[in-house]
């Protein structure tokens, strides 16, 4: 039996046009956490238990304060040549096997940077099949 999540979003441009869509997304299982990170600090947090853990196909980011200097990354930002990072001066919303392909396969673990002078929390949702 799997879990179903109920999706649904609305962009609407002011004097133009708008853009909606709703549906659902059904996974084995639904792993949420929020994570703290400090003021000038990088967490590396563990997404998935193993490379065991399944297909991922909804992963949502979403921190408590938006902001270009509060990114994300697939491997160490201290690493040389420094990985690609993304900001969170919105939220992340990846719905559906294809637009989760977009990530790393398996996506293990991810980086938080907050290079802000204020503690963030990044609150994160992964949907997962739970056999690979």
Same mark, same amino acid.
């Given at each position: 039996?799997?879990?179903?999540?109920?999706?649904?979003?609305?962009?609407?441009?002011?004097?133009?046009?708008?853009?909606?869509?709703?549906?659902?997304?059904?996974?084995?299982?639904?792993?949420?956490?929020?994570?703290?990170?400090?003021?000038?600090?990088?967490?590396?947090?563990?997404?998935?238990?193993?490379?065991? /853990? !399944?297909? *991922?196909? #909804? @992963?949502?980011?979403? +921190?408590?304060? &938006?902001?270009?200097?509060?990114?994300?990354?697939?491997?160490?930002?201290?690493?040389?040549?420094?990985?690609?990072?993304?900001?969170?001066?919105?939220?992340?919303?990846?719905?559906? /096997? !294809?637009? *989760?392909? #977009? @990530?790393?396969?398996? +996506?293990?673990? &991810?980086?938080?940077?907050?290079?802000?002078?204020?503690?963030?929390?990044?609150?994160?949702?992964?949907?997962?099949?739970?056999?690979?």
């Amino acid at each position: 039996m799997g879990v179903t999540a109920n999706w649904y979003f609305e962009i609407d441009v002011v004097d133009g046009h708008s853009v909606s869509g709703r549906g659902t997304e059904t996974t084995d299982t639904v792993d949420f956490s929020s994570v703290d990170v400090d003021a000038a600090a990088v967490k590396a947090v563990d997404l998935l238990p193993d490379t065991a /853990a !399944g297909k *991922v196909s #909804l @992963l949502v980011l979403k +921190p408590s304060a &938006l902001s270009d200097q509060v990114t994300f990354s697939f491997k160490d930002p201290a690493g040389t040549p420094p990985p690609p990072s993304f900001s969170l001066e919105a939220p992340v919303v990846l719905i559906g /096997a !294809g637009a *989760v392909q #977009l @990530l790393p396969s398996p +996506p293990l673990k &991810l980086w938080l940077k907050n290079a802000t002078a204020d503690p963030v929390a990044v609150d994160i949702l992964i949907g997962r099949d739970t056999t690979p």
